[in-house]
């Protein structure tokens, strides 16, 4: 079963704007960590935040967690027509080594 | 350095047949996933190695599904008796160590067809 759930489930903006993404999960993690899937097939690792972390930044990304509403965000700045992919967000959990991952974000990024 | 491959890149079985599917981790990379990701859907747990052991295979759906690293490195899924709804794209990962705690690195993943 899967935990996170993205919101929202597809986002569509133009290059130059903000992309924000959001995820929500049930349970106590230990990190959080943002993946990148173009056209379905591997998976690139973006960043991880701990779950000790509140707020990590990586070039044009810019990631929050808060773990008492249990969610976190992903902030894409100026915004790529290179940007355009699905978004996941991925928990690690207590003393589990898998990853849950959401349903993910579709970003469009129209040039 | 290389990363995460995985072959066939693509394959077309038919149903009630049988096929293997191979990983190549990270060179030096001990843990070892598999996920599963169904169209629309995000990747969802199978199974993790560390080493050569499965540590943790509560995500195979059924008996059919069964993996092995006998090497504790190239890692092969193996699902026998295939079924339609098997279709999907396999994931493998590797991490230098214990997940859940570290990034997990990716391959291209195996998309598999069941006719």
């Known amino acids: 079963s899967q935990q996170g759930e993205e919101d929202p489930q597809a986002l569509s903006i133009q290059e130059g704007e903000n992309a924000t993404m959001n995820c929500s999960y049930k349970?106590?993690?230990?990190?959080l960590q943002w993946y990148r899937q173009n056209s379905g097939r591997g998976l690139v690792h973006l960043i991880l935040?701990?779950?000790?972390?509140r707020e990590k930044h990586s070039g044009r990304l810019r990631v929050t967690l808060d773990t008492s509403k249990k969610s976190s965000s992903l902030l894409i700045t100026a915004s790529r027509a290179a940007d355009t992919a699905s978004y996941f967000c991925a928990t690690g959990q207590g003393g589990s080594e898998k990853l849950v991952f959401g349903k993910g974000t579709k970003l469009t990024v129209n040039p | 350095g290389a990363g995460v491959s995985q072959t066939p890149s693509n394959k077309v079985t038919e149903k009630g047949k049988y096929v293997e599917l191979r990983c190549d981790p990270i060179s030096g990379h001990t843990a070892l996933y598999w996920y599963r990701q169904s169209l629309g859907q995000g990747p969802e747990f199978l199974i993790y190695?560390?080493?050569?052991?499965?540590?943790?295979d509560s995500g195979l759906p059924n008996d059919r599904f069964f993996a092995v690293r006998p090497e504790g490195s190239v890692s092969t899924l193996k699902i026998q008796r295939t079924e339609r709804g098997d279709s999907a794209v396999y994931l493998c990962a590797s991490s230098p160590t214990r997940a859940g705690k570290e990034t997990q690195y990716f391959g291209p993943g195996t998309r598999l067809l069941v006719l």
């Open positions: 935040i701990r779950s000790n972390e």
């Open positions: 349970t106590s993690i230990n990190n």
């Open positions: 190695f560390q080493g050569t052991g499965a540590a943790d």
